[in-house]
């Protein structure tokens, strides 16, 4: 799917380790066979640790360092906190930091629309696999794409306000793209709508780990439907409802930089610019490379903290 | 499978008629919203301009359109020259770290996995800059192995991880056995490990082919020339070169979104899988 897919699932996997570490290790662990393990070991694992090293890491540690510098691309001179001073102050920073507050009203949306959607295909009504397909296309179509069917839909005499002149609506001219205040919104419903189906898939593996015998005692017992729902469903989920949440959430602050690029370009004003869709303005519009680098560090530290507070909540759990 | 939880036998039957209908009708609402977009974008497609603002009619003439003026082959074969090899790359480097790390687990092998597993946690747009200097000082700009090196660093961490887990859990009697046969470590990579591992490298290569062939930014920064844009580049800034009338840029999208279609058509049970991975027991 789109940028930051990779970086959403592995926040999951830090689950497994713990279960899979279990496994007994190697007996041996010394002799000549197991150094000869050791070497190959060494050895096949150098090409990952050389690419990650050098094009990813590197860079981010360049990053950092950069933050506290007034870098323009060729020489920096280290200013320190003067630089995050810099960031803070800068004219529509805040409003940048209030964009992404506001993206994170969106994040219950995109889980409890997809949790529902899943409850309806795991009736397992006929015809369940079209629905799930249908439903999970959008995942892979590029924010590129779907961002300029998007602009078709919000912008003045789009598809929304032919929507409202035929249903009586006329009235109302929303024109959310060339509104400061309104063009988020119309991000944050794209975002939504296209975050859909890949929550609920995860949250359809949710419901599958569910044993059937739970049910059945349940039934057994007396229970209803609802109190199926809420007392053996919805808790048995919690997990992935975690997962879906700061997955999207991770998403909503670091994977959408081309849905805002192909929609709004960041405006009207500020009104649409993330912190991620800011550290390319600043780098690659101004050219001020050291605050693109400090706000690439803030970017940073915002998404580790999220993904460490994953970590947390499933360690927790299990 | 049989029995969900909803279907409940002691609820009457006119209830559960009720309960039925009622999914089908939610579901179909969903479905149409999810689906309408693209059919609408579809629809465009073949209409001429004024087809599009009168609303009827059919015609390729947007199609023609965007043939003649953007270099719809080029990117695509741009887009496809790129990720392919990014995901060539990405494999190799995978499955030998999730040899190391998930079956011969050297010493250090935890340590590694360590620093992958936080590797993956970095966001794109908070290492781009350096990379971006750092290439260009080589002078790797504007040419395919910039773009295919930074997907293949930015992907790695995920595949890797998906492999090393993957390698764990085949059992350890497998690599005894082939010791005791004679085989080397380099020959139990090659003639077992790789052949074992297929079903995750299918979940590699289509959560990264999607990755790779929506992503914009790595395209935009590090191909700057429009002979080598990747498609979706292309489209994201056909705006500054051509005026695009919409049909003709829908017609655009969808050329880009046609092969995306055809692979999730195809793999979406891999998709769904490689998504999944670590979630359901």
Not at chain 1, 69 to 81: L, R
Not at chain 2, 185 to 203: E, N, Q, T
Request: proline share 5%.
């Amino acid at each position: 799917m789109k940028t930051t897919e990779t970086s959403a699932v592995a926040a999951v996997e830090p689950v497994k380790a713990p279960e899979t570490r279990a496994r007994p290790r190697s007996r041996r662990r010394s002799g000549p066979l197991a150094v000869k393990r050791q070497r190959a070991g060494i050895v096949f694992a150098l090409p990952v640790v050389a690419l990650v090293g050098s094009l990813l890491l590197y860079p981010t540690g360049q990053s950092v360092y950069y933050s506290f510098t007034n870098w323009d691309g060729i020489s920096a001179h280290w200013i320190g906190t003067a630089a995050y001073a810099h960031l803070f102050h800068s004219p529509g920073f805040s409003q940048v930091l209030k964009n992404n507050a506001y993206m994170i009203l969106a994040i219950p949306a995109a889980v409890l629309v997809a949790l529902g959607t899943a409850f309806l295909i795991d009736t397992r009504p006929r015809g369940w696999r079209f629905f799930r397909s249908a439903i999970f296309l959008p995942t892979v179509i590029s924010w590129v794409v779907i961002g300029s069917i998007a602009v078709q839909f919000f912008q003045d005499n789009g598809l929304l306000q032919g929507l409202l002149d035929h249903s009586g609506l006329g009235m109302f001219h929303p024109n959310m793209l060339s509104h400061e205040g309104r063009a988020l919104v119309a991000v944050m419903i794209t975002f939504i709508w296209s975050m859909l189906g890949c929550n609920m898939v995860i949250f359809l593996a949710g419901m599958a780990t569910i044993d059937q015998e739970i049910y059945d005692a349940a039934k057994v017992d007396g229970a209803g439907p609802l109190k199926i729902l809420f007392r053996i469903t919805l808790p048995l989920l919690r997990r992935f409802a975690q997962f879906t949440f700061i997955f999207s959430l991770i998403m909503a602050f670091s994977g959408i930089f081309s849905l805002i690029f192909v929609m709004t370009g960041g405006g009207p004003g500020f009104g649409t610019t993330t912190l991620e869709f800011y550290i390319y303005q600043e780098a690659f519009s101004s050219g001020d490379f050291g605050t693109a680098a400090t706000a690439g560090t803030v970017l940073f530290v915002a998404i580790f903290v999220i993904s460490m507070l994953q970590l947390r909540i499933f360690r927790g759990n299990d | 499978m049989s029995a969900r939880p909803f279907e409940y036998v002691g609820i009457p039957r006119w209830r559960r008629r009720a309960t039925r209908l009622g999914v089908y009708f939610g579901l179909t609402v969903i479905t149409i919203t999810m689906l309408y977009p693209f059919w609408s974008m579809g629809s465009a497609s073949f209409r001429s301009y004024d087809q599009w603002l009168s609303g009827h009619g059919f015609s390729l003439t947007s199609w023609h359109d965007l043939f003649q003026q953007l270099n719809v082959w080029q990117m695509l074969w741009n887009s496809t020259l790129i990720t392919a090899s990014a995901i060539g790359i990405i494999l190799v480097v995978s499955t030998t770290a999730g040899y190391a790390l998930g079956t011969l687990r050297f010493r250090a092998s935890t340590v590694v996995l360590l620093v992958i597993v936080a590797a993956m946690m970095v966001p794109l747009q908070s290492m781009i800059i350096p990379e971006y200097v750092n290439l260009a000082k080589l002078g790797f700009i504007n040419h395919y192995y910039a773009p295919i090196l930074v997907y293949a660093a930015l992907g790695a961490p995920f595949a890797t991880f998906l492999m090393t887990t993957y390698f764990r859990r085949l059992p350890e009697d497998v690599i005894e056995a082939s010791l005791i046969d004679g085989l080397g470590y380099f020959k139990i990579y090659f003639r077992i490990m790789l052949p074992l591992a297929v079903p995750a490298i299918a979940a590699v290569v289509v959560l990264q082919f999607i990755q790779i062939w929506n992503d914009l930014l790595v395209g935009l920064l590090f191909l700057q020339t429009p002979q080598l844009h990747p498609i979706t580049v292309g489209l994201a800034t056909v705006g500054a070169q051509h005026t695009l009338n919409v049909p003709v840029l829908m017609a655009g999208s969808l050329a880009s979104a046609i092969p995306e279609i055809i692979v999730f058509l195809i793999f979406q049970r891999y998709l769904i899988a490689g998504l999944t991975m670590g979630m359901s027991k």
